[in-house]
């Protein structure tokens, strides 16, 4: 199966071992993401301003490429982009006016209106693979691994394009057991992790992280499985003060374990906080702590 | 200061977030959900709730505090206010009024290069568009 | 200059004043024809330095226009000025102290991340450059694809007049590339083999020897060098044969001649 791909600019740079965790994933469930030509940014975050129109740009252009490469659908793995870009749509919709301004700055051969449909490849294995299609093809069940999902905002909020229940979601829970893996739920799962603040105020990210990281780690998580490269930079970067911090993952990165998946897809080495000692403790990877750092 | 007076008096703040976020801050009836939802209200100076309520009686302290730079947009407070107020779009308002100005938050020419070096690209991003005109 | 006389005269407003200057000029002898001595915001006159960046509007429509004033010809109710200089303030970097990781131009330009992909810098550049594509890919980390598509790139700034950002699109472009030649380039074996033969001196003693030759020897050298024999129309193919033939009509001797006669006229 192939469909069109929106890699986004941090999958490129700090997030490399979640591309290539998640094509790993993709290929081994014989899909074949294309990733689509002369793409840019997506604006990651969406403007808010009721006379904004030049923000909504950036990713009504993502979408006039698409459709001039003639694709119905585009798969992200990056939750800013999917909720910019699903954002996006519903705008579109939603403001003819500014629609077709956008339109006509843009010089796009088609008008494009919001047809183009976003998915995120969490609901995207859920819905178009199946967690339990997942689960048959497990080879090493993630057994013992105590798991905290945290999804922060993107993938839940505004509703609109949410991809689960706003306040108790379960699809990152769902695909952990169908792995094999133990869950610990907390309320703090949909609780932003600070997101850009890192950049100009670290000292509220560290707190933000430092007070989850403490809360789930008394309920017994060993480590922590999300999706978004923002939160897990923060995560991943940001626990230095902390005794004993918690190792981060990426959905795609258990999974390919799980799969039994070659391991150079998993990047381990880009990790700060090392999650070589979880991961060998519990005997889900057997290689020399030397090679991989 | 304050002044409360029976005769309506201009309130230009009021006008100008209500034109930009095209939210009605009248429906607020102080629940205090907002506030109780924000994972970033302790460093708050003024609550989500208190923001709004300033605003309507004409005060302006909502345009110096630090409550308006701490927002992260990360939509609690809109997924639960039962008035079905956009306090997400209330709080970009505040900042681009300041940001229209032609005046940037975050010194985009002084961050350390430390900082610009380690940080995802989306973090530069999206700061950038919530803290720079 | 009779031609001039022939052609018809238009009107073009240059900084607000109104001038007549014949059509099928360029804006830059355009200006020089309405009376003007250019002493900035003219350089190769070439389409090359980058140093003429004009704005104009036309008559009848709204659009700002941008060009290179030696590279564009005037039109009936052209509206234009000069923009001598672009402030680009560029960042100081020790090249080989600076290394190719995927925020390195973060690191120089952060303003990059204010880019929204509104294409107007493309738009605006007189050398049809994806300027928006360069500064995308630089965003995430990709120097190859950056340099790649800045390369004909002249510096002259227009895009960055024009950004709404306030990016300084060529600084960005001149680092990457940079960056590009210094760590990415793939070094030719051939080159690097070649560089060391000529260090150990291989040539030294060939070029000594031609360098002290009399015009006479390396006339006769020249004539009797060895060439492939090649078949061209079942005929044999030799320099001396072909000398002074339309084959090698490039006669040394006389070119010589000429011009010591016309150095010691």
Redesign the interface.
């Known amino acids: 199966m192939q469909i069109a791909y929106y890699p986004g600019c941090t999958l490129k740079s700090s997030a490399q071992q979640y591309e290539s965790s998640a094509l790993a994933v993709l290929k081994a469930l014989e899909i074949e993401p294309q990733e689509m030509k002369d793409w840019n940014c997506c604006g990651v975050v969406h403007a808010l301003a009721s006379d904004d129109i030049i923000h909504h740009v950036a990713p009504t252009r993502v979408f006039t490429q698409l459709q001039q490469q003639g694709s119905a659908n585009v798969v992200t793995f990056c939750d800013m982009c999917y909720n910019s870009l699903a954002q996006a749509n519903i705008f579109l919709k939603q403001e003819p006016q500014k629609c077709e301004t956008i339109n006509e700055f843009l010089e796009s051969e088609h008008k494009y209106q919001g047809q183009i449909e976003i998915l995120h490849l969490l609901p995207f294995l859920r819905d178009k693979v199946g967690f339990e299609t997942l689960k048959k093809k497990v080879k090493h069940p993630l057994k013992g691994l105590r798991l905290f999902p945290y999804y922060g905002c993107k993938l839940l909020r505004p509703r609109e394009i949410g991809i689960d229940d706003a306040e108790d979601p379960t699809i990152l829970a769902d695909l952990m057991h169908a792995l094999g893996a133990e869950v610990i739920d907390d309320p703090l799962k949909i609780q932003c992790c600070g997101s850009h603040h890192v950049v100009d105020q670290q000292d509220i990210v560290v707190r933000q992280v430092e007070k989850i990281i403490l809360r789930v780690q008394e309920r017994g998580a060993d480590a922590v499985v999300l999706s978004c490269p923002l939160c897990m930079f923060n995560f991943d970067s940001k626990q230095k003060q902390l005794l004993a911090p918690l190792p981060i993952f990426y959905f795609t990165q258990l999974i390919c374990i799980a799969l039994g998946l070659e391991k150079e897809a998993l990047g381990l080495h880009y990790h700060r906080t090392n999650p070589l000692p979880l991961l060998q403790e519990r005997q889900f990877l057997q290689v020399k702590q030397e090679n991989m750092l | 200061m304050l002044k409360i007076t029976a005769k309506a008096q201009p309130n230009e703040l009021l006008a100008k977030v209500a034109?930009?976020?095209?939210q009605n801050l009248f429906a607020c009836y102080q629940c205090g959900t907002c506030s109780a939802s924000c994972?970033?209200a302790p460093?708050m100076d003024l609550l989500p709730d208190k923001v709004i309520r300033q605003i309507t009686l004409g005060m302006t302290d909502p345009l110096t505090s630090k409550t308006i730079?701490?927002c992260?947009?990360?939509?609690?407070c809109?997924?639960r206010c039962p008035r079905d107020i956009?306090m997400?779009?209330i709080m970009?308002?505040l900042r681009?009024i300041h940001l229209r100005k032609n005046v940037d938050h975050?010194k985009?020419?002084q961050?350390p290069?430390i900082?610009?070096?380690?940080?995802?690209?989306?973090?530069?991003?999206?700061?950038?568009?919530?803290?720079?005109g | 200059m009779t031609e001039q006389q022939n052609l018809p005269m238009i009107t073009i407003t240059l900084m607000g004043r109104e001038h007549q200057v014949p059509a099928g000029l360029t804006i830059m002898t355009a200006i020089e024809h309405a009376g003007y001595k250019l002493v900035r915001g003219v350089g190769c006159r070439a389409g090359f330095c980058g140093a003429c960046p004009t704005i104009f509007r036309k008559a009848n429509d709204y659009k700002l226009y941008t060009a290179l004033a030696c590279q564009t010809l005037i039109e009936e109710g052209m509206n234009l000025v000069q923009i001598p200089f672009v402030p680009v303030s560029r960042k100081s970097y020790n090249l080989s102290e600076v290394e190719p990781s995927h925020n390195i131009v973060l690191r120089y330009y952060p303003e990059i991340a204010r880019c929204v992909a509104c294409n107007t810098c493309t738009r605006a550049c007189p050398q049809n450059i994806s300027v928006m594509d360069y500064i995308q890919a630089a965003l995430r980390g990709d120097i190859a694809r950056a340099a790649e598509i800045s390369f004909d790139c002249i510096q002259c700034g227009i895009c960055s007049t024009r950004c709404p950002a306030d990016i300084k699109h060529y600084p960005v472009a001149q680092l990457v590339r940079r960056i590009y030649g210094t760590y990415i380039l793939p070094r030719s074996s051939q080159l690097g083999k070649r560089v060391r033969e000529l260090e150990k001196g291989l040539y030294q003693e060939e070029m000594a020897t031609l360098t002290t030759m009399s015009l006479t020897d390396l006339r006769k050298l020249y004539e009797e060098r060895t060439l492939e024999k090649v078949e061209f129309e079942s005929k044999d193919q030799s320099a001396l044969k072909e000398l002074g033939t339309a084959q090698d009509p490039v006669d040394f001797q006389d070119d010589m001649q000429e011009y010591i006669e016309g150095v010691t006229n």
């Open positions: 034109e930009l976020s095209g994972p970033f460093e730079w701490l992260a947009s990360c939509y609690l809109v997924e956009d997400a779009k970009e308002a681009q975050v985009v020419a961050l290069e900082i610009l070096e380690e940080v995802p690209p989306i973090a530069l991003v999206a700061n950038f568009r919530k803290n720079t």
